[in-house]
């Protein structure tokens, strides 16, 4: 791995870099644009996953770091203005049109998920591309823990502190609806976030900091590292001889 040519990002290459690389691996964060409360911005979890997308291009530079995707499956925060979803049905489009299009050029492609709701559209692309003989996973961002509260509490504010601090209004957190996930499912899914949390937070973010941030950060550094050192070993990705041109 280490005598592969290094790459810029995506966003800042020439397709002559490209071309010259090894071409075995691009990597995609995929985020949501809605709220995370009246403390957090809109776009935590597309930072989440870019951060990480970002660990993973620096450990391995010859990996190939697409720009980040900030639009996803929100529609349970739709109540909330602000918030920006595609939805699951066009989300799904966009990811088989992605892969199927990189598949030009790249042996295999890793989302980086940061957003729960997406993971319907990602595990419904995923299929249909494996059945197409391309090669395409996922690795989840959310992480467990003693307080992984789901959304925009201990955890995300945390993880906030650490990556992006002076964009966390302290100020304003406060505890939301701390009931478990699965007791308010059926509300949640009926009326959406602000039926169950009128402030948008699922949990509570008293306490948060950014070494708690960077500790729950290094963490999933950890796995999706593993995941990608196993994807360049040739273990993970499909051969080129498999991929169907699109």
């Known amino acids: 791995m280490a005598d592969l040519p ?14 010259r690389s090894s071409r075995q691996l691009l990597v995609l964060p995929l985020g949501s ?25 620096e450990r391995f530079p010859q990996v190939g770091l697409a720009p980040a995707m900030p639009y996803g499956a929100a529609g349970e925060h739709k109540k909330f203005p602000g918030t920006l979803s595609i939805g699951t049905e066009a989300l799904t489009a966009v990811l088989v049109k992605f892969v199927r299009h990189a598949s ?29 003989g391309r090669s395409m996973t996922v690795q989840h961002a959310a992480s467990g823990g003693d307080r992984a509260d789901p959304h925009a509490g201990y955890r995300e ?4 502190l650490h990556l992006a601090p002076t964009a966390v209004r302290l100020d304003l957190a406060e505890a939301g609806n701390t009931q478990s996930l699965e007791d308010l499912l059926p ?16 949990g509570d973010p008293a306490g948060s900091n950014s070494a708690e941030g960077r ?4 963490q999933m550094t950890a796995r999706v590292i593993a995941h990608v050192r196993h994807l360049l070993t040739g273990q993970g990705a499909t051969p080129a001889d498999r991929l169907i041109t699109p």
Do not use: C, Y
């Not at 290459?13 to 490209?18: D, G, K, L, N, Q």
């Not at 504010?157 to 906030?160: D, I």
């Open 187 to 202: 509300q949640l899914r009926s009326g959406g976030v602000r039926s169950v949390s009128p402030n948008g937070i699922l």
């Open 215 to 218: 500790r729950i950060f290094k």
């Open 6 to 19: 290094d790459l810029p990002p995506l966003a800042g290459a020439t397709w002559p870099e490209i071309e």
């Open 33 to 57: 644009t809605e709220q995370h409360g009246p403390h957090l911005p809109l776009d935590t979890d597309t930072v989440i996953a870019a951060a990480l997308a970002q660990h993973v291009h």
């Open 104 to 132: 030009w050029s790249w042996r295999h492609v890793l989302v980086i998920n940061g957003h729960g709701g997406n993971i319907e559209a990602l595990a419904a692309a995923t299929e249909l591309m494996r059945f197409e």
């Open 157 to 160: 504010t945390s993880l906030m």
